[in-house]
C-alpha cells in the first residue's frame, strides 16, 4: 500500500512539473507576451512536445516575456478557407499593451495561414516559425472546389521577402532528389505514382511534386490525391498501376471524408501493392515497406526555437536572417536493398540506414529476454483465458432454478470437468513441445560455446517455438471471447471479391508448401457489410488447413451468390487427404485434430465456426467430395 501511494505521488508531482510551465505562462502573461500560434490537430503529440520544451528552455534562459498559446484547431483541408479567418481574428486578438513583442508560428497550416492574411492584419511583429516546409501553398478563396483545385507551389525564400519572418526552422522536401534515386535504383521506371492526403501537408507536398516533376519530362505521374479518394479507393488504384511504376510516399493522415489514418493505413497499401518499387520523401513507410527515400533529418526543435526567441529579442534591430534550413539525409531500409541486391553507393548525402541486423551480443541479449518476455505472456494469457471460460460456465450454472436446471447445471459441471482435464491434456502436449525447444536451445546458447552460425540457426527455432506459443494463447482468447459473446463485430461496406483475393494472396506468401492456390468467382465485385478482419481470418484459417493436409497438390478458394437464401456462399477444396466421414461432424470441436501428432491448436476450425455464427451464418463439410476435403460457410447479404 505504501508503495502504491509513493508511485501515485511521484507520477502527481511529475505531471505538475510538466504542466506548470504552461499554467504560469497564462497566469502572468502580462503585457506584450510571446504569442504561440499552433495549427494543433489530432497528430499533434510532437506539437505539444515542441511547445513544452520552448517554454521550459525560454525561461530557463531568461525570458522575462509571459507566454500565450492560441489554438488555430485546423484539422483537414477540407476546412482550409476557414484559417484565413481564425488567424485574422487571432492577431487582432492582440493589440495595445497586449501586442506580442514575438509570434511563433508552428504548423503548416498556422504557416500558410499568417502569409494569406493582409498586409494590415499582420504588421511589423517579429515571427519564428517552426513545423514548416519552405515550400508552401496560399490557402484558397471562398467557393473554390477544394477537391479538384491545383494551387502553384511557392518557395517562401523567392516568393515571400520583405516579410517581417526573421526566425525558425523549415523543411527542405527535395523532390529532385527522390526522383532521381528512384531512377538510378529502376532504371526501367517510366511512372511515379505520387500518394498524398487531405492535408494541407498533403496538397503542400503535391503541389511541390508536380512543380518539380517538370524537371523529368521522360517520366509520366500520377497523382494518388487524398482529397478525391478513400484508403480504400487508394488500394484499388495502387491494384491497377501500369508495368514499370515507382510508389511515392507523401503524407497519409487524413482521407476525402476527414477519416484519420496514420499507420494502419501504409499497412493496408502495402498489402494492396506488395511487389512495388516504394520510397518515400517524409520517411512514412520506411522500416516496413518503403526502400528509403531522401528525408528532411527530424528532431525535436523546442528548444532551438527558445534560443532564438532569446535572441530576438535581446537584439530586435538585428537584420541577420536566423532562419534554418533543416538539412535531408538519405535513410533507407538495409534488409530490402540486401534483398533486392540495390547499390546505394551513388547517394551524396548522409546515409542511415534501418533494419540493420543487430550485433551478436544485442542478438543474444534479446533472445534470453524474449523467452522470459514469452513465458510470461504465456502464463498470464492462460490466466485470463481459465478466467473468461469458467467465468462463463459460473454465470450460466447460476440462472438455474428448476430440477431439471439443477440436472442440467449439474452434467455442465461434469462436462466442465471434462474439458477441463482435456484442456490441461492438450495444453500440456501442445506446450511441452515448443517450450521444451525454447529451454532446450536457450541453455545451449547461454553456454556460450557454439559458433555464431549454430546460435543464429538456434534463434530461429527459438523464434519458431516462441510464435507457436503464442498462436495457442490467441486462438485460447479467441474462442473464450467468442463462447462468451464478448466480440463486437467492426461492419462495414466492402468488396469481398477484393478481400478474398487479398486472403489469398496472404496464405501464399506465407506458406512453406509446393500446392497450387487458386480463386475461382464468376462475380467481378460482391459489396456487402461485413467485418473484414473477421472474415478474412476464418478464409485464412480454411486455407491454411487445406495448404497442411495437402501434398502437391490444388487448393480452391470459390465465391459465390445465392440469391434464393440472400447468401454469399464460400469455400474451400482441397486434393489432400481427406476427412474420414466419423470425423467430419467433429472438427469444430475444440482441440479435435485429424492428425495428433501434426502441429497445430486443435482451435482453428472452432474458432471459425463460432465467428460464422457469430454473423448468422452457416458453417459445413460437403461430404459429397470425394477429391479431398471442401469446407462450406456462408455469409448474409443484408446486414
Not at 13 to 34: D, N, R, T, Y
Not at 310 to 323: A, F, G, R, T
Request: aromatic fraction near 10%; hydrophobic fraction near 40%.
Amino acid at each position: 500500500m505504501n508503495q502504491s501511494k509513493h508511485i501515485f505521488h511521484r507520477v502527481l508531482s511529475i505531471l505538475m512539473a510538466l504542466c506548470f510551465p504552461v499554467l504560469s505562462a497564462f497566469s502572468m502573461m502580462g503585457e506584450h507576451p510571446v504569442l504561440i500560434i499552433s495549427s494543433y490537430n489530432p497528430d499533434a503529440r510532437q506539437t505539444s512536445g515542441n511547445i513544452s520544451d520552448f517554454i521550459e528552455e525560454f525561461q530557463r534562459l531568461g525570458g522575462k516575456n509571459g507566454v500565450v498559446l492560441e489554438n488555430m484547431n485546423c484539422k483537414s483541408f477540407s476546412e482550409s478557407t476557414l484559417w484565413k479567418r481564425r488567424m485574422t481574428e487571432l492577431l487582432s486578438k492582440y493589440k495595445g499593451n497586449k501586442e506580442p513583442v514575438l509570434i511563433v508560428l508552428i504548423g503548416q497550416e498556422a504557416w500558410a495561414a499568417y502569409l494569406s492574411v493582409e498586409e494590415s492584419v499582420r504588421g511589423n511583429i517579429p515571427v519564428l516559425t517552426s513545423l514548416t516546409s519552405r515550400n508552401i501553398i496560399k490557402l484558397p478563396e471562398q467557393g473554390v472546389d477544394l477537391k479538384t483545385w491545383m494551387p502553384e507551389s511557392l518557395d517562401f525564400f523567392e516568393d515571400f521577402q520583405g516579410l517581417p519572418i526573421k526566425a525558425g526552422f523549415m523543411y527542405d522536401y527535395d523532390v529532385k532528389a527522390n526522383v532521381r534515386m528512384i531512377k538510378k535504383m529502376y532504371p526501367a521506371t517510366r511512372n511515379i505514382a505520387f500518394i498524398s492526403d487531405n492535408s494541407y501537408g498533403g496538397v503542400t507536398l503535391q503541389a511541390h511534386v508536380i512543380e518539380e516533376m517538370k524537371n523529368f519530362p521522360d517520366l509520366n505521374l500520377i497523382l494518388l490525391d487524398g482529397r478525391v479518394n478513400t484508403i480504400y479507393t487508394i488500394s484499388d488504384k495502387l491494384h491497377a498501376l501500369p508495368a514499370n511504376t515507382a510508389l511515392l510516399l507523401g503524407t497519409w493522415r487524413v482521407d476525402m471524408n476527414d477519416g484519420y489514418f496514420m499507420r494502419n493505413a501504409t499497412y493496408a497499401m502495402m498489402e494492396a501493392a506488395p511487389g512495388l518499387p516504394v520510397f518515400s520523401i517524409t520517411s512514412i513507410g520506411i522500416g516496413y515497406w518503403a526502400v528509403g527515400g531522401i528525408v528532411p533529418i527530424y528532431r525535436a526543435l523546442g528548444k532551438g526555437m527558445a534560443r532564438q526567441a532569446i535572441q530576438l529579442l535581446s537584439n530586435p534591430h538585428d537584420e541577420n536572417n536566423l532562419i534554418e534550413v533543416i538539412p535531408n539525409e538519405a535513410l533507407v531500409d538495409g534488409k530490402l536493398i540486401k534483398e533486392r541486391k540495390l547499390d546505394i553507393s551513388f547517394l551524396s548525402v548522409p546515409v542511415k540506414i534501418v533494419n540493420v541486423a543487430p550485433s551478436f551480443y544485442e542478438q543474444y541479449k534479446f533472445q534470453i529476454w524474449g523467452v522470459f518476455s514469452i513465458l510470461v505472456i504465456l502464463l498470464a494469457g492462460l490466466f485470463v483465458s481459465l478466467y473468461f471460460y469458467y467465468h462463463t460456465k459460473k454465470l450460466k450454472d447460476e440462472l438455474q432454478v428448476s430440477e431439471g436446471a439443477l440436472r442440467e447445471a449439474k452434467d455442465k459441471a461434469e462436462e466442465s470437468s471434462r474439458l477441463k482435464s482435456a484442456f490441461l491434456a492438450n495444453m500440456s502436449h501442445e506446450i511441452r513441445t515448443p517450450l521444451n525447444a525454447i529451454v532446450g536451445f536457450s541453455d545451449v546458447l547461454s553456454a556460450g560455446d557454439t559458433s555464431l552460425e549454430e546460435q543464429r540457426g538456434y534463434f530461429d527455432i527459438i523464434k519458431t517455438n516462441s510464435d507457436l506459443l503464442l498462436r495457442l494463447i490467441n486462438d485460447i482468447l479467441d474462442v473464450s471471447r467468442l463462447e462468451a459473446g464478448r466480440v463486437n463485430f467492426s461492419m462495414e461496406k466492402c468488396d469481398v471479391v477484393q478481400v478474398c483475393r487479398q486472403a489469398l494472396a496472404s496464405v501464399v506468401q506465407a506458406r512453406r508448401s509446393s500446392n497450387h492456390l487458386i480463386f475461382e468467382s464468376d462475380l467481378e465485385i460482391l459489396e456487402m457489410r461485413t467485418d473484414i478482419q473477421r472474415l478474412q481470418q476464418v478464409v485464412i484459417n480454411l486455407l491454411s488447413n487445406a495448404d497442411k493436409f495437402t501434398e502437391k497438390g490444388i487448393i480452391t478458394l470459390n465465391l459465390k451468390l445465392d440469391k434464393g437464401c440472400g447468401m454469399a456462399v464460400f469455400s474451400v477444396s482441397d486434393t489432400g487427404c481427406g476427412i474420414p466421414l466419423e470425423k467430419q461432424k467433429q472438427v469444430f470441436e475444440r482441440f479435435e485434430k485429424l492428425n495428433e501428432y501434426a502441429q497445430g491448436t486443435g482451435l482453428g476450425l472452432s474458432i471459425c465456426r463460432l465467428t460464422v455464427q457469430k454473423w448468422g451464418g452457416k458453417i459445413w463439410i460437403d461430404s459429397a467430395y470425394t477429391k479431398g476435403a471442401r469446407f462450406i460457410f456462408t455469409h448474409p447479404l443484408d446486414l
